[in-house]
């Protein structure tokens, strides 16, 4: 899906940049389509040092990125099951940090759902953290996609996420708002 192409960067990649410019990481937008998760959009907010920038228009791997557990956190615990069987769990380059198992996977999407985003460090890739937030349309129903703050793990520390952690869920609700007249997130 080509975002470009679509005729939604106008209403969602303000709300990307507006939240890559405040974190100074990297921010990405993943939508849902059928069972996958894939990353559609992004903005860079690092200007120097470390960036952290990976390939965007992959499907997201739900076991080992916050993208993945904030979307697993809303929805039921078959469903979760179900998911993660069809990817598994344990892909070979993981970081250390990434779910050994289906119980601690489930105990993580439990405390994503009850935060309202998820964290990880170091579970997909050594030396890198990530938070992301469901995006809902009008804050109910199911969710329609994720949005990301990642980055180097020596910047994005525990402490750090919990102090952006509002400017996420901020912008996750401004993005459900968006989605109401945005066709990005229709193909479900």
Do not use: H
């Not at 779910?99 to 994503?112: H, Q, R, T």
């Not at 993005?175 to 193909?187: D, I, K, Q, T, V």
């Amino acid at each position: 899906m080509a975002l470009g192409a679509s005729g939604v960067s106008d209403l969602v990649q303000p709300i990307l940049d507006d939240l890559a410019k405040r974190t100074e990481e990297l921010v990405r937008l993943a939508v849902v389509e059928s069972d996958n998760l894939t990353w559609v959009a992004k903005a860079q907010g690092a200007r120097s040092g470390l960036l952290y920038d990976p390939d965007a228009g992959a499907e997201v791997y739900l076991p080992a990125t916050a993208n993945g557990l904030a979307w697993l956190s809303c929805v039921d615990e078959r469903d979760a099951r179900r998911l993660i069987e069809k990817q598994g769990i344990g892909r070979p380059g993981l970081g250390p940090n990434a779910p050994e198992g289906i119980e601690a996977l489930l105990e993580a999407i439990k405390k994503a759902g009850a935060l309202g985003y998820a964290t990880v460090s170091e579970a997909y890739e050594p030396g890198t953290s990530a938070m992301a937030a469901p995006i809902r349309q009008r804050d109910a129903g199911p969710a329609i996609g994720t949005v990301s703050i990642a980055g180097p793990t020596i910047r994005l520390t525990p402490q750090r996420m919990l102090q952006m952690a509002p400017w996420l869920l901020a912008s996750a609700g401004e993005l459900g708002a968006a989605a109401a007249s945005s066709p990005l997130f229709n193909n479900q």
